[in-house]
């Protein structure tokens, strides 16, 4: 690039007229320069190295555990560093074997007398349990089938009906040598509570039977009642019954 600058300058200089040197100027004289090169100071480049040295001091890893750590220390027999818990291996913490009559038995084989956990045995069972059976002194259940169409629904629905149910006109005062003339199938009253109800037209639907109730009827069945069911609410299942109150003979 120089030498194509230098070639071109003196090119034009020539096609100048001639003149007197005294007029003529000097001819510029194009000096060629080295590009310079900063050179960083030795202070820099030392400082720049002591930071290295710290950036590599950072990239150490701290020791785990730590150098004053109790798992360093070991069985910890330090005064001032308490000893670790021993970690149970897994035979350790496994249970016990079974018994031998326990280990070499079958399913559906009892135990035999002389088994080690000391059950007595007990013929049909399994287990070798004692069971005690207690369905001979268990009563029988007092429910029986009822005829269709004489559920509860069905009794609640008769007394929304509107039918008679009482058999009286009004309610009365009725005494105890009284009650005891309605104790016929089709005539049958009973006093619960000191009221006296007509349970003829009940006696299909009572779940436990016509023969149970029958029990009380022409006399006070309260007694009864309350060891037989003391949890119904009598008033609400007999109140379209309701022929009147129990009054002493007097």
């Not at 609410?233 to 309701?242: G, H, Q, S, T």
Request: contains cysteine.
């Amino acid at each position: 690039m120089a030498s194509y600058l230098r070639g071109w300058l003196t090119s034009q200089i020539s096609a100048l007229p001639t003149s007197t040197p005294e007029s003529n100027p000097p001819t510029p004289t194009i000096v060629e320069h080295e590009p310079s090169i900063e050179v960083e100071d030795d202070d820099d480049v030392d400082t720049v190295k002591g930071d290295d040295d710290d950036d590599d001091d950072d990239d150490v890893p701290p020791s785990f555990p730590a150098l004053n750590s109790a798992q360093r220390i070991g069985t910890g027999t330090s005064t001032t560093v308490p000893a670790l818990p021993r970690v149970l291996t897994d035979s350790e913490l496994m249970p016990p074997p079974p018994p031998p009559s326990l280990a070499t038995r079958r399913p559906g084989i009892p135990l035999s007398p002389s088994n080690s956990l000391g059950v007595p045995q007990t013929p049909g069972s399994s287990l070798g349990v004692t069971t005690t059976t207690k369905a001979a002194n268990k009563k029988a259940s007092r429910k029986v089938a009822l005829a269709p169409g004489h559920g509860p629904l069905d009794w609640a629905n008769l007394k929304k009906s509107g039918q008679d149910l009482r058999g009286v006109d009004t309610l009365m005062r009725i005494s105890m040598s009284e009650l005891k003339q309605h104790n016929k199938r089709d005539d049958a009253w009973s006093a619960f509570n000191g009221k006296v109800y007509n349970i003829t037209p009940y006696l299909a639907y009572h779940p436990g039977g016509e023969k149970e109730l029958m029990r009380a009827a022409g006399r006070d069945g309260t007694k009864l009642f309350n060891l037989t069911h003391a949890w119904v609410n009598v008033d609400y299942m007999l109140d379209a019954c309701l022929v009147g109150f129990l009054v002493s003979d007097s």
